[in-house]
T-cell receptor
Framework: KNEVEQSPQNLTAQEGEFITINCSYSVGISALHWLQQHPGGGIVSLFMLSSGKKKHGRLIATINIQEKHSSLHITASHPRDSAVYICAVRGWRDDKIIFGKGTRLHILP | EAQVTQNPRYLITVTGKKLTVTCSQNMNHEYMSWYRQDPGLGLRQIYY???????DKGDVPEGYKVSRKEKRNFPLILESPSPNQTSLYFC???????????????FGAGSRLTVL
């Protein structure tokens, strides 16, 4: 079993829809990252969370430490949101970073 | 501009020919790390460094070496590359190690390496 599981693996939605991507992990963590990777390959950090909720524009990230679960939400989705979204956790014990396999999001105009 | 710079961006080499991928950051970050990304396997951490002269193995360190002699540089060395090291490599840095809140990861643009 992977230590970081993301769902869904692939998601296609219409422009304007509300999007939720989930991340569950099984290890103790000090932080959780949400990353975005566009088709060109570059990786951008969207959020770093250790508790609670963060919002940036149309993106919202939440984390529940007790349940070892995080969600990334996109409101009013747009075709430019099409990308791979990756969840990554930073172990509290050894500072290693473990990645989920990513969620490929495709927003149709 | 604050950034992480990797070189080369693309490289084709042959088995056994030593190569170095450089990584440099201009943000005075303490934490630096290397990852490889492979289809179906996602991103995996190779090595990381909490500060100068401190390095630790990630999940897939075999076949790689690193050094951290200066804060800004963290080169990845493949002493004897093999075809299974063909991959897309990313370097990243962050300000400090946990539990500081200011540790968002900044990634380089990636280096695509092919070993024939």
């Amino acid at each position: 079993k992977n230590e970081v599981e993301q769902s869904p693996q692939n998601l296609t939605a219409q422009e304007g829809e509300f999007i939720t991507i989930n991340c569950s992990y099984s290890v103790g963590i000090s932080a959780l990252h949400w990353l975005q990777q566009h088709p060109g390959g570059g990786i951008v950090s969207l959020f770093m969370l250790s508790s609670g909720k963060k919002k940036h524009g149309r993106l919202i990230a939440t984390i529940n430490i007790q349940e070892k679960h995080s969600s990334l939400h996109i409101t009013a989705s747009h075709p430019r949101d099409s990308a791979v979204y990756i969840c990554a956790v930073r172990g509290w014990r050894d500072d290693k970073i473990i990645f989920g396999k990513g969620t490929r999001l495709h927003i149709l105009p | 501009e604050a950034q992480v710079t990797q070189n080369p961006r693309y490289l084709i080499t042959v088995t056994g020919k030593k190569l170095t991928v450089t990584c440099s950051q201009n943000m005075n970050h303490e934490y630096m790390s290397w990852y490889r990304q492979d289809p179906g396997l996602g991103l995996r951490q190779i090595y990381y460094s909490m500060n100068v002269e401190v390095t630790d193995k990630g999940d897939v360190p075999e076949g790689y070496k690193v050094s951290r002699k200066e804060k800004r540089n963290f080169p990845l060395i493949l002493e004897s590359p093999s075809p299974n090291q063909t991959s897309l490599y990313f370097c990243a840095s962050s300000l400090t190690a946990p539990p500081s809140g200011a540790n968002v990861l900044t990634f380089g643009a990636g280096s695509r390496l092919t070993v024939l």
